[in-house]
Structures are given as structure tokens and as C-alpha cells.
């Protein structure tokens, strides 16, 4: 029989009592990898999110106030290349966490020092387009922990934007400019009926945003999940889920650290899927001094 000291004893029931009960999740399809590019830069940039627009993916990094890249993609590589210059309405730090696009080539980014949207048009003009968002949502319970705001957004339509809020708690909040008056709904949104895929001890979070064809779609980092968010009288709940853990911790292509996840951005496009990671400039299990990050190409299976 095997003893325990009192010490481990109480430790097991404190994490028996404060830990959530798992039960058996829906079932998680994997994607299939079309393409795995590192991705090339003109300087070290940290990528914060992912957009398509005409065919062409965009995107922005963290560290970088006041540029918008087009990701150029050949056959063995993925390369940055400055695509609008703009600058900011205020001189403070931005910290831009997402990118999305309209159909007529405006960008929208969200800043998670600000907690607003900002409009960028394609000559570079730009303009705040929602007021901020975080002071408002704080009473849902939002915005709890430092440096765990903003982390995506998606253009739902003409003056309509969804935010994800990263975590501890992570949310959701939707905002809404109508004639000029402002709606903002903001929801915790911890529960997932997929949470089995959490390794332990790690907590529900969301980082980047996507919509096509009328859904909504988030990247679940911890859990190295897409998820599919679907409409239930006011909330928005996880329905469907594919996995890309296969990718992220395959020796080709992992980074040294596995710690946490490192998705950043999403574009769903039918079913081809493109994620961009933010490995913190770290370097790779194949190559400890390509710090590289990754954009990865792949595939929803024709089965779903």
C-alpha cells in the first residue's frame, strides 16, 4: 500500500475541491497541415494577429505602433512586408493585440493598452471607432488581471466589432456604434465544453478572432483548439473544435518553449485555416538560433 505524508494528503484534497470535475468532451477533429512557412522580417517583430483581405493575409506585432505588414508567402518561406504606415491618434503605447478587415480595405485594430478600436483606411488615415471598451466591461468582471486584456478582433459588419478578452477571467465583448450612441455587451465566457484538452492546471483563454460565411471563430491558445463560436439567445458558446496541437508540438517545427500556447492570429477561409504564432523570438527545438515565428496553413478535413 502506498502512504502519503499529510502534507501531500492536504494538498490532493485542496486541488480535489478548487479544480473543476472533468467530463468527457465533444469530439475534436485534427486539421490537416497544408504548409508550415517561418516567417522572414525586416526587423525582430512579435505577431499579433492575422487578417485576409483580397486574397492576402495582414497582420500586426505588439512592439510595432504604427505599421501594418502583408505577409508574403513562396513555396519554402513566409515574409513581412510594411503595407500601410499610419500614426496613432495619441502618442501613448498601443500595444496592438488583432487585426480584421472590411470588404473595402479598411483595417481595424485593437489595442490592449487603450482598450479601443482604431480604424486604419487604406491611405493611412486613421481614426478611433469605438470609445474604450475596457472601463465599461470591468463590471462583468472582465479585465481582472494586468496584461490580460485585448487580445483579438473581428469586423462583424458595417459599424458592429467583437473583441475576445485573453483571460482570467477570458471574454467576449461586442460593440456597436448606432447614429452615434454606443452598445457594448460584455460576457465572461469560461466555460468550454472542451476543456478537457486544458493541460493541468491551465485556465480557458482566447487569442485570436475570425468570422466567415456568417461564424464566428476564436483560437482557444492553452488548449491548441479552433473553436466555433455559435449564438445562444445572448451568448456566444463553443460548438464545434479542431485541434492543432500536432502542429505546434511537432520537432520541425516547436519551439523550445512549451510552456504556453503561442497562436496569436486566425483567418478561416472555407476550410483552409492560417494561424500565426508569437514565439517571443524564441528559438526552435530543430534550431535553437532560428527565433523565427511560424505561419501555418492548414486544412478543416471535407469529413466535418
Not at 36 to 55: I, K
Not at 56 to 64: H, W
Not at 163 to 181: D, F, M, N, Q, T
Not at 209 to 223: E, H, P, Q, W
Request: proline share 9%.
Amino acid at each position: 500500500m502506498t502512504r502519503y505524508s499529510p502534507f501531500i494528503l492536504i494538498s490532493l484534497i485542496f486541488l480535489a475541491g478548487c479544480w473543476p470535475i472533468r467530463q468527457s468532451s465533444p469530439p475534436v477533429t485534427d486539421l490537416k497541415v497544408v504548409s508550415v512557412y517561418p516567417v522572414d522580417m525586416p526587423s525582430p517583430l512579435e505577431p499579433s494577429g492575422l487578417t485576409q483581405f483580397n486574397g492576402s493575409l495582414f497582420t500586426v506585432a505588439d512592439k510595432d505602433e504604427n505599421t501594418i505588414y502583408r505577409v508574403e508567402i513562396n513555396s519554402t518561406v513566409a515574409r513581412l512586408v510594411p503595407h500601410i504606415r499610419f500614426t496613432p491618434p495619441n502618442p501613448y503605447r498601443m500595444d496592438w493585440e488583432g487585426i480584421s478587415s472590411d470588404p473595402a480595405g479598411n483595417f481595424y485594430l485593437i489595442s490592449e493598452e487603450q482598450g479601443r478600436i482604431l480604424q486604419v483606411r487604406p491611405d493611412g488615415e486613421c481614426e478611433w471607432v469605438s470609445p474604450d471598451l475596457m472601463r465599461p466591461s470591468a463590471d462583468s468582471g472582465l479585465f481582472a488581471k494586468p496584461n490580460a486584456g485585448f487580445e483579438g478582433v473581428v469586423w462583424m459588419g458595417p459599424n458592429h466589432w467583437l473583441g475576445a478578452v485573453e483571460r482570467e477571467p477570458r471574454g467576449l465583448v461586442e460593440y456597436k456604434s448606432i447614429h452615434g450612441s454606443h452598445e457594448i455587451h460584455s460576457s465572461l465566457n469560461e466555460y468550454s465544453p472542451y476543456s478537457n484538452a486544458l493541460p493541468i492546471l491551465r485556465l480557458p483563454d482566447y487569442s485570436g478572432l475570425d468570422t466567415d460565411a456568417g461564424n464566428i471563430y476564436a483560437i482557444f491558445r492553452a488548449a491548441h483548439l479552433i473553436v466555433r463560436l455559435d449564438r445562444h439567445e445572448n451568448s456566444l458558446q463553443e460548438s464545434h473544435a479542431w485541434n492543432y496541437r500536432h502542429i505546434e508540438t511537432d520537432p520541425r517545427w516547436a519551439y523550445l518553449s512549451q510552456t504556453y500556447g503561442q497562436a496569436e492570429g486566425l483567418v478561416v477561409d472555407g476550410v483552409d485555416v492560417y494561424l500565426i504564432f508569437d514565439n517571443n523570438l524564441g528559438g526552435r527545438q530543430s534550431d535553437p538560433n532560428d527565433g523565427r515565428p511560424m505561419l501555418v496553413h492548414a486544412r478543416i478535413p471535407s469529413s466535418f
